[in-house]
């Protein structure tokens, strides 16, 4: 979350004189809260901050590179690999109390090493590894690279792997009403679009103050709030109904934009202007109208890209990965021109960079130059 907020009174001023839609800041679709937001996000003290633990490790003994492994913002392995292994299973326990440790054990392939070990609230790992001959090395981690990758649609997580929706299962966004509670009084809230429990801020951060909770208004504009992120999660709901799945970069861009228009036009459109995006864009069962696209797929560019086979190393499902998703990338991105890929093209690159970086291996990426895109 950006570290400045909005001030609730600016909010309040502005549904008095139209019920602008900066009320948006208030609004969720229900549920728990975001899982970076609710863990702490460094929200003072008396918070559990999982987020900061997100990014790439390598786990060595001495100078010896026993592996790697990758966290999101919740504390989820991403990726892994031990050793000689191409590809490593997960199990996590996220800290629960300020100060605690995250606690992870990892199974290497078929039945190959595996490691246990722990994490601080201050990002250090130590664990122990033991190979497939049952050799037993301890083991530190040290943080490389502070980002993480994770599926882009049309790919799937499914049991840790990125797959294509004819392997795997659909799983529509959703979003959330993430609220952090301040110690010293008020709160934190953003509306955030999740998929699963990777979640991502479509709105600035905006503080509520004790004052602000109290105030008789309050209560009206979050109503407000709250039908606008309704009607967000039916147009939403529409467009996977109709099969037709708008990547997740496309889709918080336009959602993104409809929040920050209706901001600073201070008018209360942030829905009309997404529904108008989503039609332009190609999707027109975002405003009730006949899907037009490809049954399972966003648009035929993104059907046609996403049917290409990947040509390089696919020996390392969990390193080869990212280069994928990089070739998905640069395919619509040349096909689409629409920035959008190139700048998560430019993540997936950064992030496999750094998984290399963190391990011993032999994988050379076809689509990924270091940190960015091959376009």
């Known amino acids: 979350m950006p570290a400045s907020h909005t001030p609730f009174h600016v909010i309040r001023q502005g549904f008095l004189y139209g019920l602008i839609a900066i009320a948006l800041h208030g609004c969720g679709g229900g549920g728990d809260s975001d899982s970076n ?3 702490g996000n460094g929200g003072g003290s008396g918070t559990v901050d999982i987020a900061a633990l997100a990014g790439t490790y390598s786990l060595k003994a001495g100078s010896t590179t026993l592996g790697a492994l990758m966290l999101d913002k919740t504390a989820t392995v991403v990726s892994c690999k031990l050793q000689t292994d191409s590809a490593c299973t997960a199990q996590v326990t996220p800290q629960t109390t300020v100060g605690g440790v995250t606690t992870f054990k990892l199974q290497g392939d078929a039945g190959g090493s595996a490691a246990t070990g722990s994490i601080t609230a201050q990002g250090g790992i130590t664990g122990q590894l033991t190979a497939a001959g049952g050799a037993v090395q301890q083991f530190t981690g040290t943080k490389v690279s502070g980002t993480f990758a994770d599926c882009v649609a049309p ?6 792997q990125c797959e294509l929706p004819s392997t795997g299962v659909i799983i529509a966004p959703r979003f959330m009403w993430s609220i952090v509670i301040v110690p010293s009084g008020g709160e934190k ?6 998929l699963v429990a990777d979640c991502t801020a479509i ?3 905006i503080f509520l103050s004790p004052e602000d909770l109290a105030d008789a ?3 009206a504009i979050i109503a407000y709030a709250n039908s606008v992120a309704t009607e967000f999660q039916a147009m939403l709901k529409r467009l996977y109904d109709a099969k037709t799945y708008p990547s997740r970069a496309l889709t918080i861009k336009i959602l993104s934009d409809a929040v920050a228009k209706a901001i600073n036009t ?3 459109n942030a829905v009309e202007t997404a529904r108008a995006a989503f039609v332009a864009a190609g999707f027109p069962a975002a405003a009730g109208g006949t899907s037009t696209g490809p049954s399972g797929t966003a648009t035929t560019a993104e059907s046609v890209c996403a049917s290409q086979p990947y040509p390089g190393d696919t020996s390392e499902p969990q390193v080869f990965l990212f280069d994928k998703i990089a070739q998905l990338d640069a395919c619509l991105y040349r096909a689409t021109s629409n920035s959008a890929y190139l700048q998560d093209g430019n993540n997936q690159c950064k992030v496999l960079n750094g998984l290399l970086q963190a391990t011993v291996g032999t994988f050379h990426p076809l689509f990924c ?4 895109l091959k376009q």
């Open 189 to 194: 809230r953003t509306l955030m679009y999740c």
């Open 203 to 205: 709105s600035p951060e």
């Open 155 to 160: 790919f799937t997580r499914s049991n840790g």
């Open 37 to 39: 937001a609710g863990a």
């Open 266 to 268: 201070e008018t209360p």
């Open 369 to 372: 130059n270091g940190p960015l």
């Open 217 to 219: 208004e309050t209560p």
